[in-house]
């Protein structure tokens, strides 16, 4: 299950299962929007991304969904094995200023149980 | 696929003391960014860094505490100065990849430096 504290979110998942982590993004005008995954002791590495004209994007094992409407993003992770335990964070582009900065989202633990 | 290499790797240091912290790229960016990860947090932007002109600094972060230099288009460094234990930290040197083998659009970091402030 999820918990939410002062820590990071942790979500729980059987081997095998499919996994499906939430995000909430701060701005409607965000443009583009990525899913990053970070194992412990290194730097996060891009999974998938999807432009703010899609709605849907599906890649190997992921899916990301995009509800502009409600400004919510979602991935998720397709028969969860053990290498997929890790920390996931989305992150937002909100354009202007020509920087190509991104927001990142609090991130959510991944701990598959084998 | 892309490579960005961050140095030290790690390190503990002491209350006062700076450190000065290394990103080279394999291949020629625009622009490149300094986030910092708190313990169990999130990622927070530092500053951008330009070649050719200063570092461009987020609400929260100064350049007499983080001072960016950005020398060129593969290379740049982020100094903590004064550091206290407060600044125990990962610190993450990024950049968007364009052409010549990167995947445009996609932001690639460092493993990050981790450094620990006694």
């Known amino acids: 299950g999820e918990s939410v504290g002062l820590h990071l979110p942790t979500l729980s998942v059987q081997e095998g299962d499919n996994s499906i982590i939430n995000c909430a993004y701060s701005?409607?005008?965000?443009?583009?929007f990525i899913w990053y995954k970070q194992e412990s002791g290194k730097g996060p590495q891009f999974i998938i991304d999807?432009?703010?004209?899609?709605d849907k994007r599906q890649g190997q094992r992921v899916t990301v969904l995009l509800n502009k409407t409600v400004k919510h993003l979602s991935l998720q992770i397709a028969a969860t094995q053990p290498g997929d335990s890790a920390v996931y964070f989305c992150?937002?582009?909100?354009?202007?200023?020509?920087?190509?900065?991104?927001?990142f989202g609090k991130g959510t633990k991944l701990s598959v149980i084998p | 696929s892309a490579v960005i290499s961050q140095k030290p790797s790690r390190d503990i240091c002491q209350r006062g003391t700076s450190l000065t912290i290394q990103c080279q790229v394999d291949?020629?960016?625009?622009?490149m960014f300094w986030y910092r990860q708190q313990p169990g947090q999130s990622l927070t932007l530092i500053a951008t860094?330009?070649?050719?002109?200063?570092?461009?600094?987020e609400s929260g972060f100064v350049i007499d505490k983080f001072p960016i230099s950005r020398p060129n288009l593969t290379f740049s460094t982020l100094t903590v100065s004064n550091m206290s234990p407060e600044d125990s930290s990962i610190y993450l040197c990024?950049?968007?990849?364009?052409?010549?083998?990167?995947?445009?659009?996609?932001?690639?970091f460092g493993e990050g430096s981790r450094l620990t402030v006694l």
């Open positions: 990024s950049a968007w990849g364009q052409g010549d083998g990167w995947n445009t659009g996609e932001l690639f």
């Open positions: 860094a330009n070649q050719g002109s200063e570092a461009t600094y």
């Open positions: 992150a937002e582009r909100i354009p202007g200023a020509g920087s190509y900065q991104l927001t």
């Open positions: 999807i432009r703010s004209n899609m």
């Open positions: 701005n409607s005008a965000s443009d583009y």
């Open positions: 291949s020629q960016v625009t622009m």
